[in-house]
């Protein structure tokens, strides 16, 4: 069956700019994590989202941050004003529940000039 | 404060041997443990994984041993062949956290 997708993949923004990146999870799956990953570093927990619900935003590294789950299925993470320091690798993931194994989408890379 | 460590940036092995990678954690709390693999471009792919109550488990050719006194998990390759060479990520996740933790990774590279 599909896997995690994600679009676009690769997203060049000019300083500044909103830029609104997409999830599509595996079919079923309750569970969506966000991940940031920056060069040469480990992924790093931004937000999770049970159905629609957002359960935990801890990670989200400023309020320019905002992620969203409106039917319980797509989601989407906006970065609001983005600066040089986004610039990373966005992975989403999802999972049947939030302690089940959590599957990848092959990520969002985004480049703020 | 990095809670899950991977001391190794990269290990080159030779085809055929064991490959053996390693991580250390600091988060008593820790109760899960995953590894996952990547190749560039790509998203990390689910390979093993261990609960804290086990000290190791084994799915073909690869096996995860936890030393729970150490803190301390392995993710042991054998034989090695050169798809393996991926970069391996160690995660860890405990109850009371939604996400994973992971480490920084480790670019293993399968010499022919």
């Known amino acids: 069956g599909a896997g995690v997708s994600q679009s676009p993949r690769y997203k060049v923004a000019k300083r500044g700019q909103d830029v609104a990146l997409r999830c599509d999870p595996i079919s079923g799956h309750v569970s969506l994590f966000w991940y940031q990953q920056a060069l040469g570093q480990g992924p790093e927990f931004l937000t999770y989202f049970q159905n629609e619900a957002q359960l935990d935003k801890s990670g989200l590294p400023s309020d320019r941050f905002f992620a969203e789950r409106p039917e319980g299925s797509v989601s989407t993470l906006k970065i609001q004003r983005t600066q040089q320091e986004d610039s990373a690798v966005y992975l989403c993931a999802s999972s049947l529940g939030r302690e089940e194994t959590q599957y990848f989408g092959p990520g969002t890379r985004l480049l703020v000039l | 404060d990095q809670q899950v460590k991977q001391n190794s940036p990269s290990l080159s092995v030779q085809e055929g041997r064991i490959s053996i990678l390693n991580c250390d954690y600091t988060n008593s709390m820790f109760d899960y443990f995953l590894w996952y693999k990547k190749y560039p471009a790509e998203g990390p792919t689910f390979l093993i994984s261990?609960?804290?109550?086990?000290d190791k488990n084994e799915d073909g050719r690869f096996t995860v041993f936890l030393n729970k006194s150490a803190k301390h998990l392995s993710l042991h390759i054998v034989p090695s062949q050169p798809g393996d060479s991926a970069v391996y990520f160690c995660?860890?996740?405990?109850?009371?956290?939604?996400?994973?933790?992971f480490g920084k990774g480790t670019h293993l590279i399968i010499q022919p």
């Open positions: 261990i609960s804290s109550i086990k």
């Open positions: 995660a860890a996740s405990s109850g009371g956290a939604d996400g994973l933790t």
